[in-house]
Each structure stands twice: as C-alpha cells, then as structure tokens.
C-alpha cells in the first residue's frame, strides 16, 4: 500500500488549507483550554515533549503516552468535529474517490482480522457497533460478509453519519459517551483512529464497555508512538499533533484497557506505510538525516529493493506506527 492509495497528492493542498482553517477556530478557544493527567495510566507526573502547531505535548514518566496538555475540552472538541470545514472536505472529495482502495488495502483486511479474533473467542454472530463510523465502508465491508446480524455506525459528525445512511448503515448520530441502548448490547465494539482525538479516552473506553456483553471484544486502532516513523519524526509526524492530543503505545494501550476492567488479548501494528513516511519526509520534506548514516542509507539509497522488506519487519516487530489492540470484557 502506498499513502497516495489513501490520500491522493492532489488534494494535499487542499486538505492542509481546510486543516490549517479549522485550527484557527479550535485555536479561538485557547484560554479554555484544560490540563490533564496522562490519558494512559492517570498520573501526573510527566516532562514537556514538543510543541506542535502551539499545542504542547508531555510524555509520562509513568508509561511513555505522548499527549497533549492543556488541551481542548471535550464540548469544544465537539463543536469542532461537527463544524470541521476539513472533515466535510474528506466526505465530499477524498473518501469517495479513495473508497476502492482503503476497502482493498484497509478495510477488507481489517474486516478480516477482526472475524479471526471472534472466532478465537467462540463469538460467532451477534451484533457489532463502529463507533467513529465515518464514510461508512468498515460498516458495509462488515455487513456484505453476514458474520454479524446486525451492525450498528455511531458517527456524531453530521456529514459523514448521512453518508452512512445512504450507504444503508443503520446510524446513531451523537457520541458513544451519550449512547444508551435498551433492548441489546454488543458482542464486538470497534473504533478506528478515533482514541487519538478525544478529551478522555478512559471515558471513552468505558462508556463502549456499558454496550458491550460480558465476553465481548472492543477492537481498536489508532496511532503507536513507540512506531517507526513517529519516533523518528516526532512531531514532524503526520500522526502526531493537530488532531491526536492522544499518543499511546504498546504497553500503555494495555495499561488503559485494564485499568477500565477489560482484559488485553492482543496488541499488533499492522500498519504499512510507515518507511514510506520517512522516506518522504526525507526527499521531498528535507528532513535532517545526516546523522543517521544507515537509516539514510536504508531509506533513500536502497529504497527500491529494501523498502517493502524494512516496512514487513516493522510491521511484524511491534514497531509501526499503526497500532491495532483487542480487549475482553
């Protein structure tokens, strides 16, 4: 997979015009901005990390999560996802013309991953819920396999909640924090890049936990801090700042999980695009190697033949910057 199979080059212009847009009005509400503790493991003891786009990030001394610190509140957060200029964008033009591709190379794989751990768990049918639905295509993906007998989108963000219902997802249009089912509760939760972006993923974490049954999985994705391109990027990361206020890694995804009563199955980063990154980054961004003779070597002199290999190693070794945990209730 390449990163142009899921963002075309031509709307990198664009989509950085809207994103830049949309910061200045999450910015507006600087003063109101909160201090947290680590998002991870609760404590506060932590050091400053970076500042990026005039949000500045602290690692825990504790577990290692990156995470932003003051930071929007949860109602700004909300504003801002439901009004983003950046999202309706993504809905309109970047969705629909990569859909073919992200269905091939993410979400048929990902659709697939998830089936095996429901049978390792004896889960063979039931209900599923996405919560973060966005364009729909995990959803209808999911719903074309009839594993499951009903799939359920949660997606507060106006725009992309009516694609789904075109896409005939059943739709819950608010966030999970306010979902409350009577008659049903879930045998699998799944969320991708959702963790990242929120005010407080234990909340989060939780309140998917109430509409999960007893056995049920909560299958997650979002970005690892501990990956390839973001430790050697850091804040220069695509995966780092503006929207992710939240950066987990292996260990302390595990932390999270536990801490609000599940049990972690697994933690894989299947994530494949991770050199490329850096590789960009280096040609195109100029991107300081100079001190990094191998890894320059690696990325830029032996691209062709040793890019994919590099990329499988990180993938398999805990060491992409994509990350993909499985917890039991």
């Given at each position: 997979m390449k990163e142009t199979d899921i963002r075309d080059d031509k709307y990198a212009e664009k989509i950085k015009y809207y994103a830049t847009e949309d910061k200045k009005v999450l910015m507006k509400h600087e003063k109101d901005f909160v201090k947290v503790s680590c998002p991870a493991c609760g404590k506060l003891d932590a050091n400053f990390a970076f500042i990026k786009l005039r949000i500045q990030y602290l690692e825990?001394?504790?577990?290692?999560?990156?995470?932003?610190s003051p930071r929007p509140t949860q109602e700004i957060l909300k504003e801002y996802y439901q009004k983003s200029k950046n999202y309706q964008f993504w809905n309109k033009y970047v969705f629909p013309t990569s859909e073919k591709a992200r269905r091939e190379k993410i979400f048929k794989p990902r659709v697939d991953l998830l089936i095996k751990y429901c049978k390792l768990s004896g889960i063979k049918s039931g209900t599923l819920i996405e919560v973060g639905a966005g364009f729909g295509t995990f959803c209808e993906e999911v719903k074309s396999r009839n594993f499951f007998k009903r799939v359920i989108g949660i997606e507060p963000i106006p725009d992309l909640a009516e694609s789904c219902r075109k896409k005939g997802i059943?739709?819950?249009?608010?966030?999970?924090?306010?979902?409350?089912?009577?008659?049903?509760?879930?045998?699998?939760?799944?969320?991708?890049?959702?963790?990242?972006?929120?005010?407080?993923?234990?909340?989060f974490i939780l309140s998917c936990s109430k509409l999960l049954k007893k056995g049920g999985l909560l299958v997650l994705s979002c970005p690892n801090m501990f990956g390839f391109d973001t430790l050697v990027l850091r804040e220069m990361s695509k995966s780092v700042g503006g929207e992710h206020i939240n950066m987990f890694n292996p260990e302390s995804i595990k932390i999270l999980m536990q801490d609000c009563g599940l049990v972690a199955l697994d933690v894989k980063t299947p994530g494949k695009l991770d050199a490329e990154l850096v590789h960009k980054a280096i040609i195109i961004d100029n991107f300081n190697m100079d001190d990094q003779y191998f890894l320059k070597h690696l990325l830029v002199d032996r691209w062709d033949d040793m890019g994919d290999k590099f990329q499988k190693f990180l993938s398999d070794n805990l060491l992409s910057s994509h990350m993909f945990s499985v917890a039991k209730k």
């Amino acid at each position: 997979m390449k990163e142009t199979d899921i963002r075309d080059d031509k709307y990198a212009e664009k989509i950085k015009y809207y994103a830049t847009e949309d910061k200045k009005v999450l910015m507006k509400h600087e003063k109101d901005f909160v201090k947290v503790s680590c998002p991870a493991c609760g404590k506060l003891d932590a050091n400053f990390a970076f500042i990026k786009l005039r949000i500045q990030y602290l690692e825990c001394n504790n577990c290692r999560t990156i995470y932003a610190s003051p930071r929007p509140t949860q109602e700004i957060l909300k504003e801002y996802y439901q009004k983003s200029k950046n999202y309706q964008f993504w809905n309109k033009y970047v969705f629909p013309t990569s859909e073919k591709a992200r269905r091939e190379k993410i979400f048929k794989p990902r659709v697939d991953l998830l089936i095996k751990y429901c049978k390792l768990s004896g889960i063979k049918s039931g209900t599923l819920i996405e919560v973060g639905a966005g364009f729909g295509t995990f959803c209808e993906e999911v719903k074309s396999r009839n594993f499951f007998k009903r799939v359920i989108g949660i997606e507060p963000i106006p725009d992309l909640a009516e694609s789904c219902r075109k896409k005939g997802i059943e739709i819950i249009e608010k966030p999970v924090e306010e979902v409350k089912l009577k008659s049903i509760k879930a045998d699998v939760i799944a969320s991708f890049e959702t963790l990242e972006h929120l005010f407080n993923p234990r909340d989060f974490i939780l309140s998917c936990s109430k509409l999960l049954k007893k056995g049920g999985l909560l299958v997650l994705s979002c970005p690892n801090m501990f990956g390839f391109d973001t430790l050697v990027l850091r804040e220069m990361s695509k995966s780092v700042g503006g929207e992710h206020i939240n950066m987990f890694n292996p260990e302390s995804i595990k932390i999270l999980m536990q801490d609000c009563g599940l049990v972690a199955l697994d933690v894989k980063t299947p994530g494949k695009l991770d050199a490329e990154l850096v590789h960009k980054a280096i040609i195109i961004d100029n991107f300081n190697m100079d001190d990094q003779y191998f890894l320059k070597h690696l990325l830029v002199d032996r691209w062709d033949d040793m890019g994919d290999k590099f990329q499988k190693f990180l993938s398999d070794n805990l060491l992409s910057s994509h990350m993909f945990s499985v917890a039991k209730k």
